[in-house]
């Protein structure tokens, strides 16, 4: 069983800046992609920014100019940060992992953090 356990969220002004965390708990293959998503009210998920256990990075718009992901593979733990936050930013910031087996992917999910964005 996997686990997902995101810390970091809370109320910003805009233009400031927070740092999401998200710890991996379990039975993890070591070789693995962890990134994250975020979920706006009424609105579909979409993704952020994944980082590969081998360092490979990829950037959803909404992180591309402001948000750094990064990773500790010895603790299967990521980082978010995120800088210059909007208003546009506020959201459920949920983590993931996703372990590709073949043909086959096994996702797991955290249970999210929010992010408020708000003067």
């Known amino acids: 069983q996997v686990q997902l356990v995101e810390s970091g969220g809370g109320l910003v002004q805009p233009g400031e800046s927070l740092r999401l965390s998200c710890v991996g708990s379990?039975?993890?293959?070591?070789?693995?992609?962890m990134g994250w998503y975020r979920q706006a009210p009424g609105k579909e998920r979409e993704f952020v920014a994944s980082?590969?256990?081998?360092?490979?990075?990829n950037y959803g718009n909404p992180a591309k100019g402001r948000f750094t992901i990064s990773r500790d593979n010895g603790k299967n733990k990521i980082y978010l940060q995120m800088n210059n936050l909007n208003s546009e930013d506020t959201a459920v910031y949920y983590c993931?992992?996703?372990?590709?087996?073949?043909?086959?992917?096994?996702?797991?999910w955290g249970q999210g953090t929010q992010v408020t964005v708000s003067s």
């Open positions: 993931n992992l996703v372990v590709q087996l073949g043909d086959v992917s096994y996702p797991y």
């Open positions: 379990g039975s993890i293959f070591s070789i693995n992609t």
């Open positions: 980082i590969h256990s081998g360092g490979n990075l």
